[in-house]
């Protein structure tokens, strides 16, 4: 049996296989695009209290982008009077991880400074020493319970 191709039936074909190509690479590329894209959107919050428990108001806490070589300052926010702070940085790339700090001999922060002599950390709700990374475009929460002088 000798079957003949007749050319609208090879167009046909053709034209099948170029949509089915076509519509491949485009799921491919929009699936590439999704998986390449990291939301760098970071979330910081927390409480500052005293060894008693009580909210401690006007309390510096700083964001710091971290290299190798360096650190850069993206945010900074002073405590509220229910001793709560929240900063939402949105962290550039050429950071890939952030600190936050109470930071204790700046200027700005004389209430730490003249009251106060350390703190002890809690992370997401457990008690750390490993003070203080925050995962880039993730929620962290840090809470400081300061030492009095």
Not at 59 to 85: C, F, P, R, T
Not at 87 to 111: D, T
Not at 116 to 137: E, F, N, Q, W
């Amino acid at each position: 049996m000798d079957q003949k191709w007749k050319s609208s039936d090879i167009s046909r074909i053709t034209f099948r296989r170029v949509s089915l190509l076509i519509f491949t690479v485009s799921i491919i590329m929009n699936l590439t695009g999704c998986f390449l894209k990291q939301d760098r959107t970071t979330t910081v919050y927390g409480t500052i209290t005293d060894q008693n428990g009580q909210p401690v108001d006007s309390i510096l806490v700083m964001v710091l982008g971290m290299q190798i070589s360096h650190s850069e300052v993206l945010s900074q926010i002073y405590s509220d009077k229910a001793g709560e702070y929240e900063i939402m940085v949105e962290v550039p790339k050429k950071f890939n991880s952030i600190n936050v700090g109470v930071p204790f001999l700046l200027i700005e922060n004389p209430k730490y400074q003249n009251n106060y002599k350390g703190k002890k950390t809690t992370k997401d709700g457990k008690r750390t020493s490993d003070c203080c990374t925050a995962l880039v475009g993730k929620k962290t929460r840090y809470d400081f319970q300061l030492i009095p002088r």
